[in-house]
């Protein structure tokens, strides 16, 4: 009930294209979903989170769509860039962004020039 | 860049020496959270400190320890390394007020080996 799944492991995205990554949960009590993006040597760091309340959040080229009846949410990236490059971890909490962060495995983009 | 600095960058230990692991929270932020990330793995909750107190941990047992001081920088401390605690360690820093509505920035981490 704690999982976050994450999928897929990987993705190969050629330049201009579209990346969607996604994540499903079983814990109906999580409250708040952010999307963190990891460099090599660097730690995670904060591309956009969501509510349950909102079906969609749109950040730039970053979107979260948000499906509640399904648990799912997902994040697509548009106008795929190589500098997107990295790992990117869903995650999910309850008690707001306080609570402790439970993440998915991960999904290594590349975006091919 | 955030504001959390975490120290040392790398640290090479052998099983059943003890470590700590150090972080400065961004300024203004008063809670701390640890977490464990292993090779080609997302981040595990270890603990969280607010107000230098305990506030929630994760499944790692007693041998992982913190603090946190009144300048809300933090320690982690392990202890009886083993093998498998070789991991990037993060830190990362909320500014808690309560509204459920606050970032948790992370730190670069600190990369533990343990022989």
């Known amino acids: 009930q704690q999982q976050v799944k994450q999928s897929p492991q990987s993705l190969i995205v050629q330049k201009g294209g579209i990346s969607i990554i996604n994540c499903a949960y079983e814990?109906?009590?999580?409250?708040?979903f952010p999307w963190y993006q990891q460099f090599p040597g660097k730690g995670p760091a904060l591309l956009i989170a969501?509510?349950?309340?909102?079906s969609e959040k749109k950040e730039g080229r970053f979107t979260i769509s948000f499906n509640k009846s399904a648990k799912q949410f997902s994040l697509h990236i548009m106008d795929s860039q190589p500098g997107d490059s990295a790992t990117y971890f869903c995650?999910?909490?309850?008690?707001?962004?306080?609570?402790?962060?439970?993440f998915g495995k991960g999904t290594k983009l590349s975006v091919k020039p | 860049e955030t504001g959390v600095t975490q120290s040392p960058t790398h640290l090479i230990k052998t099983r059943g020496q003890q470590v700590t692991l150090r972080c400065s929270s961004q300024?203004?932020?008063?809670?701390v959270s640890w977490y464990q990330q292993a090779l080609g793995q997302g981040p595990q909750f270890i603990f969280q400190?607010?107000?230098?107190?305990?506030?929630g941990r994760g499944n790692f047992p007693p041998r992982f320890s913190g603090l946190q001081f009144p300048n809300y920088s933090s320690e982690l401390n392990v202890n009886a390394l083993e093998l498998d605690d070789s991991a990037l360690y993060l830190c990362?820093?909320?500014?808690?007020?309560?509204?459920?509505?606050?970032?948790?920035?992370f730190g670069p981490g600190t990369r533990l080996t343990v022989l």
């Open positions: 990362a820093s909320s500014p808690f007020s309560g509204g459920g509505t606050d970032t948790q920035y």
């Open positions: 814990n109906t009590a999580f409250d708040y």
């Open positions: 969501i509510r349950p309340d909102v």
């Open positions: 995650a999910a909490s309850f008690g707001g962004s306080q609570g402790n962060l439970i």
């Open positions: 300024s203004g932020h008063n809670t």
């Open positions: 400190y607010y107000r230098e107190e305990e506030n």
